[in-house]
């Protein structure tokens, strides 16, 4: 990850933070790589650790299960977006202008930082668009709530609702809009790649212009 920037989670999603160790740093780099090849279901932690050259006993002391892995994965990336909207909007006054660009982060998601040399953010879009929907669609679901797990999604949605709602101060649904503009930006990628029949922003050179087109006529189809 960039040494720059850190980011703070929630602390119960691993054992010992991954950012404070080169070890930690190499297993979430070395595990967005190989769940983006092979997927969840067929990851596990001895393959990370054949792929590392360490040992699976080493990797557990992070992480209880992969599914806390996921979760902390999908939780970097939706603070790395959080990151990425504060930086394009600063200093933008306008709260249409912001949430156009904001769409515009949501469009452009699944291109790679290059600031960032030792996280592939491609490959994680990917393993979020594939797998994210798993971190929660499980029977735990509310007691991870309860406990904080999903704390980055909800923060990106709240601070995007802010925006809705300074635009649109009598709109009552701006926390279920934003939550909608999410997903429809991921799906719609995924629907792109792997089932065209389903969208309009099809996997071609004009995709992301559809696809922000689309998030643009929801959005402010719905405010205005």
């Given at each position: 990850?960039?040494?720059i920037?850190?980011?703070?989670?929630n602390?119960?999603?691993?054992?010992?933070?991954?950012?404070?160790?080169?070890l930690?740093?190499?297993?979430?780099?070395?595990?967005?790589?190989?769940?983006?090849?092979?997927?969840l279901?067929?990851?596990?932690f001895k393959?990370l650790?054949?792929?590392?050259g360490?040992t699976?006993a080493s990797?557990?002391?992070?992480?209880?299960?992969?599914?806390r892995?996921?979760?902390?994965?999908?939780?970097?990336?939706?603070?790395?977006?959080?990151?990425q909207?504060?930086?394009?909007?600063?200093?933008?006054?306008?709260a249409?202008?912001?949430?156009?660009?904001i769409?515009?982060?949501?469009?452009?998601a699944?291109?790679?930082?290059?600031t960032?040399t030792?996280l592939?953010?491609?490959?994680?879009?990917?393993?979020?668009?594939?797998?994210a929907?798993?971190?929660?669609?499980t029977?735990?679901?509310?007691?991870?709530?309860?406990?904080?797990l999903?704390?980055?999604?909800k923060?990106?949605?709240?601070?995007?609702?802010?925006?809705?709602?300074?635009?649109?101060?009598?709109?009552?649904?701006p926390l279920a809009?934003v939550?909608?503009?999410v997903?429809?930006?991921?799906?719609?990628?995924?629907?792109?790649?792997?089932?065209?029949?389903?969208?309009?922003?099809?996997?071609t050179?004009?995709?992301?212009?559809?696809?922000?087109?689309?998030?643009?006529?929801l959005?402010f189809g719905?405010?205005?």
């Amino acid at each position: 990850m960039n040494p720059i920037l850190r980011i703070e989670l929630n602390e119960r999603l691993y054992l010992r933070d991954p950012q404070d160790t080169e070890l930690g740093r190499r297993l979430i780099a070395e595990s967005v790589q190989l769940i983006d090849e092979i997927g969840l279901e067929q990851f596990t932690f001895k393959k990370l650790a054949q792929r590392m050259g360490s040992t699976e006993a080493s990797l557990y002391r992070y992480f209880e299960n992969k599914h806390r892995l996921l979760v902390y994965l999908v939780s970097w990336y939706w603070a790395w977006m959080r990151y990425q909207i504060r930086f394009h909007t600063h200093n933008v006054p306008d709260a249409a202008q912001r949430l156009r660009l904001i769409l515009g982060v949501f469009t452009r998601a699944h291109h790679d930082d290059l600031t960032t040399t030792s996280l592939d953010e491609a490959a994680l879009y990917r393993i979020v668009v594939n797998e994210a929907s798993k971190a929660y669609l499980t029977h735990d679901v509310d007691q991870d709530n309860e406990a904080g797990l999903f704390r980055e999604y909800k923060r990106l949605v709240a601070e995007v609702a802010a925006v809705v709602t300074e635009l649109a101060p009598t709109y009552q649904f701006p926390l279920a809009l934003v939550s909608t503009l999410v997903e429809a930006a991921r799906k719609q990628h995924f629907f792109a790649r792997h089932l065209p029949g389903l969208t309009d922003a099809q996997n071609t050179g004009s995709e992301e212009a559809v696809l922000y087109r689309f998030l643009e006529n929801l959005a402010f189809g719905a405010l205005c």
